[in-house]
């Protein structure tokens, strides 16, 4: 009799956990992981953001530069319109206007900055607001022109291409540097 008592003491009587501290955990579990989920998509959002504003802005940076360098290496304006110029680089120096030295700017209808040489066009920036992007000078003649402001405003795209969320712009003032 003392042996089965004592059989009876030792014998673990606890089974580990029940349904409902299972059900409990889990469902603890499950809420800080949404939290957690929650979190990582807000984040991976804002950096999708940062990402495309960051690419708006360089290529707005890109295609003012190489604006500026051929403004400043041109001898003069040929055309010049509040959405697009011409001007002309004289590459041999030698006074005759040729076409492969004629260098036109424009903002076409589809928001797209273009760069013509001669025959060739070639895009250096999408996604322009043809509506408040614009190029303003100094003089109204084209060969008068001594320097130019531009103002391009891009639209940064959303996440994963979807609508814009916001613009980004840049302005400038480019002087003629090779004027006769």
């Known amino acids: 009799m003392v042996r089965g008592k004592l059989r009876r003491d030792v014998v673990d009587t606890d089974g580990g956990f029940t349904l409902v501290e299972v059900s409990i955990a889990l469902t603890g579990l499950l809420l800080i992981s949404s939290v957690m989920m929650s979190f990582f998509v807000g984040a991976t959002r804002v950096d999708a ?6 690419a708006a802005l360089e290529q707005l940076r890109d295609a003012r530069q190489r604006m500026s360098r051929d403004v400043r290496e041109a001898r003069r304006f040929t055309a010049a319109g509040p959405h697009g110029f011409t001007v002309w680089v004289d590459d041999g120096w030698d006074e005759v206007v040729g076409t492969d030295e004629l260098i036109t700017w424009s903002i076409d209808v589809a928001g ?5 040489v001669g025959e060739s066009s070639r895009v250096e920036a999408r996604g322009l607001s043809v509506e408040r992007s614009y190029f303003a000078f100094d003089a109204a003649n084209p060969s008068s022109i001594s320097s130019m402001r531009m103002h391009l405003e891009a639209e940064v795209e959303g996440p994963g291409g979807g609508p814009p969320t916001g613009t980004r712009s840049l302005d400038t003032e480019i002087t003629l540097r090779n004027v006769p």
């Open 112 to 116: 797209n900055l273009r760069r013509a």
């Open 49 to 54: 953001t940062h990402t495309a504003d960051d």
